[in-house]
């Protein structure tokens, strides 16, 4: 990877692939991707869009206590996340839903703790090497710089085999990129030359904090000061998200120390359910980005490619069966056992941990049979 002095794109609005100098050292993995692939690229912007429309509305009619939505953020972040191999380890914040469900994670697990029916996530090591989401903002920057850094130690990278040597692909917004934690890590990842890669999804708003009034400079600039190769995407070309991102991640994996990325992308929702985008952007604003939707530019590049009608009606009907299916499921969703909450806050049994279980469970007894209930519903 290269210093990038424009930002990289690999297909142009009117989804046409480009053929230029600066995309001449990608298009071979482009190239090398099969049909079925393109199409997978497809289906899953699509279906995860109407599953995050859908979580919106059941967030409205309360079902869950939060929701945060990905929807203009759907290029970005299935391009990468096909990009990274089944051994690399994959470090979201809190927006990756189809990151997620391309590394083999079960959607309705994002619900879940949403909802409130799960004491912190799932297990990663079931879920694809899928980390559990991190609503601290940044924090995850640090978790996965550590686990690169392992990975370093442990001798699992440099062999030679990108089919065994592993890395970490770590998410974070523009938002994030102010907080100190990723520059803590961005320290550690360059001086211990980590199998890392940063990608930073900006979608333009830190809330109601446009990424303007964060930086007079690109972000991307920032990884460079650390002397970490960076560059620049169009977040909204899944090509390019895929491209660069692969690529990147080989790069890393053989010891050629940390890479970044910065895809400029939009994000055209709410930053979650409790905020109101309208008091602080205007209208405008939104519609130009809508004309830049990436669902709507790949549906165009396979259309030029020769698929048909019925494609796309298929994946419509995927769709919607997945909104049904998630509006289905969350009503099954079982409560956790109160106790279960001191479960895996330590990798052994903990005598603190066994003292508070033991305390909630003499408090709720000392209701008797209506506490016994009332902690049966917590």
């Known amino acids: 990877m290269s210093q990038a002095s424009a930002t990289i794109q690999l297909l142009s609005p009117d989804g046409i692939l480009l053929h230029d100098d600066a995309t001449a050292p990608y298009l071979p993995l482009i190239e090398a991707l099969d049909e079925q692939q393109l199409l997978d690229f497809h289906r899953q912007m699509v279906v995860i869009r109407r599953f995050d429309l859908e979580a919106g509305n059941l967030q409205r009619q309360g079902q869950l206590a939060l929701w945060i939505p990905s929807m203009g953020q759907e290029a970005a972040q299935v391009g990468s996340g096909y990009a990274a191999r089944p051994q690399d380890h994959v470090f979201p914040s809190y927006r990756e839903h189809v990151v997620g469900r391309i590394r083999g994670l079960d959607p309705l697990e994002i619900i879940r703790q949403l909802r409130g029916n799960s004491h912190g996530g799932w297990d990663p090591a079931a879920n694809g090497n899928f980390h559990l989401y991190a609503i601290v903002l940044s924090s995850q920057t640090l978790h996965a710089t550590g686990y690169a850094m392992g990975l370093r130690f442990d001798g699992v990278i440099a062999s030679g085999d990108p089919e065994r040597d592993q890395a970490v692909l770590v998410y974070y917004g523009d938002g994030a990129s102010s907080e100190g934690d990723v520059h803590e890590s961005m320290v550690f990842a360059a001086s211990y030359q980590t199998p890392e890669v940063f990608f930073l999804q900006n979608n333009q708003w830190a809330i109601s904090v446009p990424v303007s009034r964060q930086s007079r400079t690109p972000l991307y600039e920032r990884a460079a000061g650390y002397g970490i190769p960076s560059l620049q995407i169009d977040g909204n070309d899944v090509l390019a998200a895929y491209a660069t991102t692969r690529a990147a991640l080989d790069e890393t994996r053989t010891g050629a120390g940390p890479r970044f990325i910065e895809a400029m992308t939009y994000r055209m929702g709410a930053h979650t359910s409790s905020d109101d985008p309208t008091k602080y952007r205007a209208d405008e604003e939104v519609d130009g980005w809508g004309e830049r939707d990436a669902i709507t530019r790949f549906e165009r590049y396979l259309r030029s490619r020769g698929v048909g009608?019925?494609?796309?009606?298929?994946?419509?009907?995927?769709?919607?069966?997945?909104?049904?299916?998630?509006?289905?499921?969350?009503?099954?969703?079982?409560?956790?056992?109160?106790?279960?909450?001191f479960a895996h806050v330590y990798s052994e049994p903990h005598p603190v941990m066994e003292e508070q279980r033991a305390w909630l469970a003499a408090y709720g007894a000392s209701f008797g049979e209506a506490g016994d209930a009332q902690e049966g519903r917590a």
């Open 309 to 341: 009608d019925d494609f796309f009606a298929e994946v419509a009907t995927e769709a919607e069966d997945a909104a049904a299916d998630l509006r289905t499921r969350i009503f099954e969703l079982p409560v956790p056992e109160p106790a279960s909450m």
